[in-house]
T-cell receptor, first 113, second 118 residues
Framework: EPEVTQTPSHQVTQMGQEVILRCVPI?????FYWYRQILGQKVEFLVS????????KSEIFDDQFSVERPDGSNFTLKIRSTKLEDSAMYFCASMWDWSYEQYFGPGTRLTVT | AQKVTQAQTEISVVEKEDVTLDCVYETRDTTYYLFWYKQPPSGELVFLIRRNSFDEQNEISGRYSWNFQKSTSSFNFTITASQVVDSAVYFCALSRNAGGTSYGKLTFGQGTILTVHP
């Protein structure tokens, strides 16, 4: 069964460093998302991406964040200068059509020290 | 704005008990989708069900059943004869059904931690 994959599973970085979280969505899906979950809290929407551009973003997704789909298969989330409060689990999701369900990847745990 | 409330933070039951997880939502949209996801201790998010707001029929899948009541804006989830493997965090979520003006963003509730004891 096709699945969304994410790498790395865990990343530790120092405050102020740039990180890139990578995702490979399901191959025929058209909509792509990033969510984050701070430990013990709910899952929060960050950004949606469709037709090679951001379609919607939350207030969390400020200028420190960016997304790319560089080669038609990968979907990346970049945080330019990490802060302690960026420590969270980051989930990538993809969906074939907006009327269907989103499939989530296993997540990348980001720890900022 | 959309909002999902799961008032039960934690529920603890003994195996074979039935348990109902509550979900109440708020939306101004007339059409929308409701979801339940399971997050086991391993951390991934597992899709359980999607329900279109047009369809108010209850659904049963094995030991799982869902009760959608539009009049009370609730979408409750019942596990019958619970098992230890059901222990997880369960999230209710809501998305707009607005096609070109919405791209499927999910709004999640706070989650309910379910612990099933042997």
């Amino acid at each position: 069964e096709p699945e969304v994959t994410q790498t790395p599973s865990h990343q530790v970085t120092q405050m102020g460093q740039e990180v890139i979280l990578r995702c490979v969505p399901i191959s025929n899906h058209l909509y792509f998302y990033w969510y984050r979950q701070i430990l013990g809290q709910k899952v929060e929407f960050l950004v949606s991406f469709y037709n090679n551009e951001i379609s919607e973003k939350s207030e969390i997704f400020d200028d420190q964040f960016s997304v790319e789909r560089p080669d038609g298969s990968n979907f990346t989330l970049k945080i330019r200068s990490t802060k302690l409060e960026d420590s969270a689990m980051y989930f990538c999701a993809s969906m074939w059509d907006w009327s269907y369900e989103q499939y989530f990847g296993p997540g990348t745990r980001l720890t900022v020290t | 704005a959309q909002k999902v409330t799961q008032a039960q933070t934690e529920i603890s039951v003994v195996e074979k008990e039935d348990v109902t997880l509550d979900c109440v939502y708020e939306t101004r949209d007339t059409t929308y989708y409701l979801f339940w996801y399971k997050q086991p201790p391993s951390g991934e998010l597992v899709f359980l069900i999607r329900r279109n707001s047009f369809d108010e029929q209850n659904e049963i899948s094995g030991r799982y059943s869902w009760n959608f009541q539009k009049s009370t804006s609730s979408f409750n989830f019942t596990i019958t004869a619970s098992q230890v493997v059901d222990s997880a965090v369960y999230f209710c979520a809501l998305s707009r059904n607005a096609g070109g003006t919405s791209y499927g963003k999910l709004t999640f509730g706070q989650g309910t931690i379910l612990t099933v004891h042997p």
